[in-house]
């Protein structure tokens, strides 16, 4: 039963299939917003495919084992994240103490799998897309952090499965002052942790030509896609843990998690339809000057009791 | 049909590259891309990098400068790959024809790297957004 669990629902195969399905329906607001009709369904799986189908490059320049190994260490770790986050939210006995950070360890990873494989590819570009990312990765991960450990220290507990029961005893932790702060500062950071555009500096089609991905083709670049619709699956999933009380599959509890995990892939595309890209210099201004004291000011207010 | 081709088919991303044109071509072009006629139905993206494309659009006739660099461009994209000559220009060098520059017509440079090259034709001076979108179902139906 735990192997089905982690294999095919809720984790591997339903996370890929998901994962895909909201690439589509972000694109699909994408299109809306723009007034267009969008793409079919089958769009994300068409890409994947497509991609799978086509010749690898590995430039000249690249150092050939980094190059190959880095989408596969981005790939394997968020498939785990969002099969760990899935189980933990099917069985919350079943979680063990200190997974929280765990997750937020395993969530990191796909952010140096992609500063690893861009810096590897010895393309100039990429280069500066993955010091950027670097950047970028140091500034959102400090509020994030902090607004993690706020919720733990409110739960009393260092595993999902607390968290969730502490939710559902005693109602979701968006429903306070503290919890919307929180809940506005980590949807910003999720931004950031998904590349979404104000915050796509280190892909900045526009300057860098594609930055981290430029070198990567056929397969590698499938797999660093897959990963990205992983994320995007996994993130929300991850708000939805912490602030609303995760998934509840039972009777009305499946309507509701539907609704609440296309309203948060709602916001995060319109935030990105509606913004432009900010500089690198920008963005960790606004993660370190505007973001964390709030964070600290959201933990202080979960502290109160808020 | 493979399940590939059709993944394939549904799924064609652009790179665009201007071979010396006298740039109609190329605002024609990027009409094409703009929410009104809404590529994006048929899985048409503009990409920003060649490695990840599958299909070039290529506008002008192909002068001394840019002959090497479309040459690079094209061995750069991965297989398989199809090519877009759009424009008189692109076609037959058009009002160019017997420029002291002009190498040639953008299929004759394509085959002289790669011979079985698949080069689609799109005829205008500039072709319309929608003369381009008939090119493209066409050249999908008789891939
Ligand atoms: S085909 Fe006509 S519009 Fe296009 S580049 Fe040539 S001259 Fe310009």
């Known amino acids: 039963m735990i192997i089905f669990n982690y294999?095919?629902?809720?984790?591997?195969?339903?996370?890929?299939?998901?994962g895909l399905l909201t690439v589509w329906y972000d694109?699909?607001?994408?299109?809306?917003?723009?007034w267009r009709v969008g793409p079919p369904w089958y769009q994300g799986f068409a890409d994947i495919l497509k991609l799978f189908a086509k010749e690898t490059f590995i430039p000249a320049t690249a150092k050939r084992t980094g190059f190959v190994l880095a989408p596969f260490i981005g790939f394997s770790t968020a498939l785990l994240v969002a099969a760990m986050l899935g189980v933990a939210g099917l069985y919350p006995k079943m979680s063990f103490t200190g997974d929280i950070i765990v997750l937020w360890y395993l969530l990191m990873i796909p952010s140096i799998a992609i500063i690893f494989?861009?810096?590897?590819?010895?393309?100039?570009?990429?280069?500066?897309?993955?010091?950027?990312?670097m950047k970028l990765f140091m500034s959102y991960e400090l509020p994030f952090v902090i607004i993690l450990f706020s919720i733990a220290a409110k739960a009393h507990s260092l595993s999902i499965g607390g968290i969730i029961e502490y939710q559902r005893a005693n109602g979701a932790n968006l429903w306070s002052l503290s919890g919307i702060i929180g809940f506005v500062v980590a949807i910003i950071s999720t931004q950031a942790k998904l590349g979404l555009v104000p915050f796509?500096?280190?892909?900045?089609?526009?300057?860098?030509?594609?930055?981290?991905?430029?070198?990567?083709?056929?397969?590698?670049?499938?797999?660093?896609?897959?990963?990205?619709?992983?994320?995007?699956?996994?993130?929300?999933?991850?708000?939805i843990t912490v602030f609303l009380g995760g998934m509840n599959l039972q009777g009305f509890g499946i309507l509701w998690f539907i609704i609440e995990y296309l309203l948060?892939?709602?916001?995060?595309?319109?935030?990105?339809?509606?913004?432009?890209?900010?500089?690198?210099?920008?963005?960790?201004?606004?993660?370190?000057?505007?973001?964390?004291?709030?964070?600290?000011?959201?933990?202080?207010?979960?502290?109160?009791?808020? | 049909m493979s399940l590939k081709m059709k993944a394939f088919k549904k799924s064609i991303w652009v790179y665009h590259?201007?071979?010396?044109?006298?740039?109609?071509?190329?605002?024609?072009?990027?009409?094409?891309?703009?929410?009104?006629?809404?590529?994006?139905?048929?899985?048409?993206?503009?990409?920003?990098?060649?490695?990840?494309?599958?299909?070039?659009?290529v506008t002008g006739m192909v002068n001394r400068l840019t002959k090497p660099r479309l040459i690079e461009v094209y061995l750069q994209t991965p297989k398989p790959r199809?090519?877009?000559?759009?424009?008189?220009?692109?076609?037959?060098?058009?009002?160019?024809?017997?420029?002291?520059?002009?190498?040639?017509?953008?299929?004759?440079?394509?085959?002289?790297?790669?011979?079985?090259?698949?080069?689609?034709?799109?005829?205008?001076?500039?072709?319309?957004?929608?003369?381009?979108?008939?090119?493209?179902?066409k050249a999908l139906k008789a891939l």
Request: aromatic share 8%; charged share 15%; proline share 7%.
């Open chain 2, 17 to 57: 590259i201007a071979c010396s044109p006298c740039n109609n071509c190329d605002i024609e072009i990027l009409d094409l891309l703009t929410p009104r006629f809404d590529v994006e139905r048929f899985g048409i993206l503009l990409v920003g990098s060649p490695r990840h494309a599958d299909a070039l659009l």
């Open chain 1, 200 to 239: 796509d500096i280190p892909e900045a089609e526009g300057e860098l030509a594609s930055g981290i991905m430029l070198e990567y083709s056929g397969s590698l670049l499938a797999i660093f896609k897959l990963m990205k619709a992983l994320l995007l699956y996994t993130l929300p999933l991850f708000l």
């Open chain 2, 82 to 137: 199809v090519v877009f000559a759009f424009g008189s220009c692109g076609i037959s060098t058009g009002i160019f024809a017997g420029g002291y520059n002009t190498e040639g017509p953008i299929d004759k440079v394509i085959h002289e790297v790669d011979p079985e090259g698949i080069v689609v034709y799109v005829p205008g001076c500039p072709p319309k957004p929608e003369a381009m979108i008939d090119a493209i179902v």
């Open chain 1, 117 to 133: 494989g861009s810096s590897a590819s010895g393309n100039p570009i990429s280069q500066v897309g993955s010091s950027r990312e």
């Open chain 1, 27 to 34: 694109r699909k607001i994408t299109a809306r917003v723009q």
């Open chain 1, 264 to 306: 948060i892939v709602f916001i995060i595309s319109l935030i990105r339809n509606t913004n432009p890209r900010l500089r690198i210099d920008q963005a960790m201004n606004l993660f370190w000057a505007i973001l964390t004291p709030l964070a600290i000011l959201s933990g202080i207010l979960s502290y109160v009791g808020l």
């Open chain 1, 7 to 18: 294999l095919v629902f809720p984790g591997f195969l339903f996370a890929i299939i998901i």
